[in-house]
């Protein structure tokens, strides 16, 4: 359990480091879009992520 878990955030890192490697303009521009957010917008986001990744989970297991 633990080395899968280890895995799906590794997994994660490299997911989240290809924008700002390959369009560091571009991270820019979604980091300033999201300062301008409201504090419940960013709260939707989060949820909408997390259900999003329960429901791939639960499909692929």
Do not use: C, K, N, T
């Amino acid at each position: 359990m633990a080395d899968w878990l280890l895995g799906a955030f590794a997994l994660m890192l490299v997911l989240e480091g290809l924008l700002p490697f390959f369009s560091p303009q571009a991270w820019r521009q979604v980091f300033e879009r999201a300062l301008r957010m409201s504090d419940g917008q960013i709260r939707f986001i989060g949820l909408a992520s997390m259900l999003s990744g329960l429901l791939l989970l639960a499909i692929w297991h």
